[in-house]
């Protein structure tokens, strides 16, 4: 096909109209582990499965669900490192707010402005697109909230998402099982559910993570403890 | 004489029962010449929001067409007008900015926040916020007006008794102040309307 001429410079369209780099990116977010999120009536949980390369890496040290601020989290599905970097550029931005407003950055200007990040590095030179897609979790004065960014910088607001490996029976199991009056622990339990559905192996606390905001807006980790009470109820 | 008192100004807000009111005077002048009896001080940020800008009077237009330009910005990207409370860091940090080369105003900030409380507020050129629960002045005639609203302020008046006590207390300070006066542009907000009345003082 003429697209592998133009997969060179990611800052040249192709033929049929696409940036072949970003889809590239695209493919490294679907091959990474899956991850999901819901927003439920009164708060919204994001999980990601958590495997690690050996059982010699210790699982205590590895988090891959971060704040961005007390009231917003974030997961990913692809290249870890590039979301370190994203990570550190919205939790900047998110200060810069506060320090010239005091008042906490609403959930979607931070999306918004995460995304642009996100674009700038599809239209710039010397630089490649992050390979990763993300789940922002908030909580602010609109209510609870998800967004998904891709690496072109589009976000989405999702009542209930998936990424990664598994993204196609994760949406579908998703899609019958949402409701929109779900509580947060039903959002928990659909959500460690979603996880099961693809999981390679035996599902515990310590090889998933489990982020959940609810009406206190401060955002949070499950501990493995938490999670593992999680999933025996689910049993 | 101070660059502050070049141009001559009198501000003052005052907090009532879910309402505010914010005066200023009305003379624009050039040391000790008049050139305008008619000079717009307060400005209108949205339906809940007034800011007053007294000191320089070139500074204080540009200023204010800065914070319209930074807050139609944040309307369109929010979708949302500015509380009062926000509007005020935002000020402080337009005027820090200009840390060593500063407006030469000093703003007083009035507005209605969440559910409806007043808010008020004044900073000096460089953005240092005081907020206060009763009143806020500002201008050359500053140091009156803390005399006079001392003395008639009251807490949770309505808005007609609001009016009245903002006017006297406007009108007796001006007139102790040779470069404000020329008249008083006061306007009382409640949740549901914005009034606004020109006062005729003693026109010197």
New interface residues.
Partial sequence: MGDSQYSFSLTTFSPSGKLVQIEHALTAVGSGQTSLGIKAANGVVIATEKKLPSILVDETSVQKIQNLTPNIGVVYSGMGPDFRVLVRKSRKQAEQYH?????PV?V??LV?ETATVMQEFTQSGGVRPFGVSLLVAGYDDKGPQLYQVDPSGSYFSWKASAMGKNVSNAKTFLEKRYTEDMELDDAVHTAILTLKEGFEGQISGKNIEIGIIGNDRKFRVLSPAEVDDYLQEVE | MSIFEYNGSALVAMVGKNCFAIASDRRLGVQLQTIATDFQRIYRIHDKLFIGLSGLATDAQTLYQRLVFRHKLYQL??ERDM?P??FA??VS?ILYEKRFGPYFCQPVIAGLGEEDKPFICTMDSIGAKELAKDFVVAGTASESLYGACEAMFKPDMEAEELFETISQALLSSVDRDCLSGWGGHVYVVTPTEVKERILKGRMD
């Fill in positions: 320090r010239l407003y005091k008042e609403p979607t200007q918004r | 990207r929010e509380k409370e926000t860091s935002l940090a």
